[in-house]
Nanobody, 114 residues
């Protein structure tokens, strides 16, 4: 069983930055890709970024060049550095580990507003 706990969300002005963290329990973290998703009010959850177990990364077009995903296997933690934030980045951000089972965190709220 894996538990994922996100942190780091908050209220930030447009153009600002936040760094999200997602800590995983257990001992399978380093073997799997990790993903960040987000869900804006009234919209479906959407994929944001992926980092594989070999640290290859991929990003949604909407965040490319502004967000950076990284991982620290020694800490069982994945990060999402978010720069140049826009109001449309507002939403609840979730991390995901998809092994044979699909694990989600509880989410962390990000609000970009002046």
């Amino acid at each position: 069983q894996v538990q994922l706990v996100e942190s780091g969300g908050g209220l930030v002005q447009p153009g600002g930055s936040l760094r999200l963290s997602c800590a995983a329990s257990g001992n399978i973290f380093r073997f799997y890709a990790m993903r960040w998703y987000r869900q804006a009010p009234g919209k479906q959850r959407e994929w944001v970024a992926t980092i594989t177990n070999t640290r290859s990364t991929n990003y949604a077009d909407s965040v490319k060049g502004r967000f950076t995903i990284s991982r620290d296997n020694a800490k069982n933690t994945v990060y999402l550095q978010m720069n140049s934030l826009k109001p449309e980045d507002t939403g609840v951000y979730y991390c995901n580990l998809n092994s044979p089972n699909n694990y989600w965190g509880q989410g962390t709220q990000v609000t970009v507003s002046s």
